[in-house]
């Protein structure tokens, strides 16, 4: 039976996880397939409890697992402690390094009944369907990084290895050539050496793949893009902060960041969570938006388990209560009423 190690985290982790897992159960309710969900401790209330972000029961059963499945990690209680001890640096990346999760998958998609949600105009967003690669366990956050005392600096080390660069590439190009065969890869080559190297090794790898289309853009003049005509993307690949930024800014034009999934990958095995943060402004008052948690768990099924059937009906049905008019808070409009996260997971099982 597959293994998914389910980690809530913190914030309102605790709650858009339950609604994922009532999500999965009911689309796999009469089927075959069976999955063995078991919950560990990561981040802040980990720290709280055994007074590290990543436990070593939690590493070890996410080695053994053949999914995560991920809430969020974070919050002002921990922000006084030591960069290195708090829940971002003390649990997302040795995570994902020590899985060597070096592929991160955002799709940014623009459901119609939400047009009206985005910041933007509903021309500049309604034809919105694009999906961003992130390199996800090299260049900055990676490298080395400490302060000088004499006199007082600070520095971060920016590095990649043609490697690193070549198979986040690949997968991409690979994307590509299952969609409208577009790929834009983003860089800073006009100012860093690290994007210069990127940009030569994606020209060399483009010809591997004549069909795909292949462009160049800074990262500022592509953030630019993002928000002036964004239906020019397909697919998009870039490094690690880049990417990071990139996708925050992407999730807007589909309205809000509580709508955009995300995967981490490593061949199969991935870490699947919502592209959001812990929110503990709204923790525990069943505010909190599920369906990018649920829309993650539907990537898990696809990418991991080869369920495409089942990852569509979960989409699917997504939609369907969107057109049916629910709203959590991020997305409701003055005057409309909002329904919580616990009634907005059961209308996407009664949805199914």
């Not at 061949?267 to 008052?285: M, R, T, V, Y």
């Not at 829309?295 to 369920?307: G, I, Q, W």
Request: net charge negative; hydrophobic share 45%.
């Amino acid at each position: 039976m597959p293994k998914i190690a389910v980690l809530p985290g913190d914030g309102i982790g605790k709650e858009i996880i339950p609604e994922a897992l009532k999500v999965l159960k009911a689309v796999l309710a009469g089927s075959r397939y069976r999955f063995d969900f078991q919950e560990f401790l990561i981040g802040g209330t980990a720290i709280d409890e055994v007074e590290t972000a990543l436990p070593s029961d939690t590493l070890r059963a996410c080695k053994d697992a053949d999914a995560i499945l991920l809430g969020s990690v974070g919050g002002p209680k921990w922000d006084t402690l030591p960069a290195i001890k708090r829940p971002e640096l003390g649990a997302l990346l040795p995570l994902r390094k020590e899985l060597n999760l070096y592929a991160n998958i955002r799709p940014v998609k623009v459901f119609p009944s939400l047009i009206s949600a985005s910041t933007l105009k509903e021309e500049i967003v309604k034809n919105v369907d694009l999906v961003v690669f992130r390199e996800l366990t090299g260049g900055l956050y990676f490298g080395d990084k400490g302060r000088n005392d004499n006199p007082p600096a600070a520095y971060d080390v920016l590095i990649y290895s043609e490697e690193e660069i070549r198979r986040i590439l690949e997968l991409a190009f690979q994307a590509s050539q299952g969609r409208r065969k577009k790929l834009c890869s983003v860089d800073k080559a006009n100012v860093l050496e690290s994007s210069r190297f990127w940009r030569e090794i994606a020209t060399d790898v483009a010809k591997q793949y004549p069909e795909v289309e292949l462009t160049h853009l800074y990262v500022d003049n592509a953030a630019m893009q993002l928000v002036r005509y964004p239906e020019q993307f397909d697919v998009i690949v870039t490094e690690n902060m880049f990417g990071d930024i990139l996708t925050d800014l992407a999730s807007m034009l589909s309205g809000s960041i509580g709508m955009l999934s995300s995967a981490s990958m490593c061949g199969k095995k991935g870490l699947f969570e919502p592209a959001h943060g812990s929110a503990p402004d709204i923790a525990g008052q069943n505010k909190a938006n599920p369906l990018a948690t649920i829309l993650s768990a539907a990537m898990m099924l696809r990418y991991t388990f080869d369920l495409h059937a089942e990852a569509d009906r979960i989409e699917r049905a997504v939609i369907k209560v969107l057109d049916q008019g629910y709203r959590t808070a991020d997305l409701v409009k003055p005057g409309e009423k909002a329904v919580g996260t616990k009634e907005m997971g059961d209308a996407v099982v009664a949805a199914l």
